[in-house]
């Protein structure tokens, strides 16, 4: 399977299919609901977002990884050294995430800003524990998720100019992010984190040692759980706008970025049916569930990709 993928998006070189098998390695590790919607991608396809994914959960390890021997100025060293060699260029074969990055940025003509919004967020989690507004969380946002989308665009295809499709891709991109927000808000809290408002918490009465109190009795009091309801509703109001955004995408990428708004919109009404239980339990799709959207969503994708043997162009530089 992984041989007929970089056959089939003409990936010959030794070394360089070497880097992209360790990306995708990485993307089914690391990411179910993420690997499992990029099966329905064309072949040619998913080389590329498997590298756009590992750079990306490269980066965030570097950040996130649980390593009481790595301070915050040596994860601000390391970091460094990340953004110093992706942008000096090269082929970097010896490091093989940033090997098959730079060649899926050359085929598809990804804007090098992109990396660079993101790389500037991942330098804000250094330092930035909580945000005050929604404005400030947006701001982080822009680089940690809204580029994911923007950089997969190019992959993906649209059916007419790219910028009309931008808008739903920074969406979505956002929309997921906010949903790991809320359903790893205990999760944060151990990072001395808060990805939340402090404004829009506060409004319910919710301060940062409230939700410690709530993580350390594995309990979510009454005003953290309207405070959380009030998230989750702004969060499935993106959904809805980014779901828009499906049609303008070329069709063979559809049943895959369709299955993945749908499963990970999914997690959003977990967090709801436990009632806002995130302290005691983590939300997640089961597997059967992943397994039956993703299942009637092959046929769609297969038949897209009989229909229109030419999408595969029209997302490449």
Known sequence: MIRTELDAAGIEDPALRAA?????????????????????????????????YAFARHADD????????????????????????????????????????????????????????FLTSMRMDLSITDYP?????ELYMRGSAEVIGLQMLPVLGTVSDAQEAAPYAAAL????????????????????????PADELAAHGVDRDLLTWCHEHRYTDARVRNALAAQHQ?????????????????PRSRPCVATALTL??????????????????????????????????????????????????RGAA
């Open 20 to 52: 992209y098998r360790r990306c995708r390695k990485i993307a089914a590790d690391n990411g179910r609901t993420y690997f499992l919607a990029t099966r329905l991608l064309a072949p040619d396809q998913r080389p590329a977002v498997h590298a756009l």
């Open 133 to 137: 507004d929604r404005a400030a969380l």
């Open 234 to 250: 702004i969060t499935r109001e993106i959904y809805r706008f980014a779901a828009d955004g499906v049609q303008t995408l070329a």
């Open 62 to 117: 570097i950040l996130d990884e649980f390593n009481p021997d790595l301070d915050t100025a040596t994860r601000a060293e390391r970091l460094q050294r990340l953004s110093d060699r992706f942008f000096a260029g090269g082929e970097h074969f010896d490091e093989p995430v940033l090997a098959a990055v730079a060649h899926t940025i050359s085929r598809y003509g990804i804007a090098g800003d992109l990396f660079e919004d």
């Open 173 to 196: 991109g956002r929309a997921f992010q906010l949903t790991n927000f809320l359903r790893d808000v205990d999760e944060d809290l151990v990072r001395n984190r808060v990805y939340l």
């Open 264 to 313: 990970y919109s999914e997690i959003l009404d977990c967090i709801e049916d436990s009632d806002f239980s995130v302290f005691s339990q983590r939300a997640t799709v089961g597997t059967t569930r992943r397994l039956q959207v993703a299942g009637s969503a092959l046929f769609q994708s297969w038949r897209a990709r009989r229909g229109q043997p030419d999408d595969r162009r």
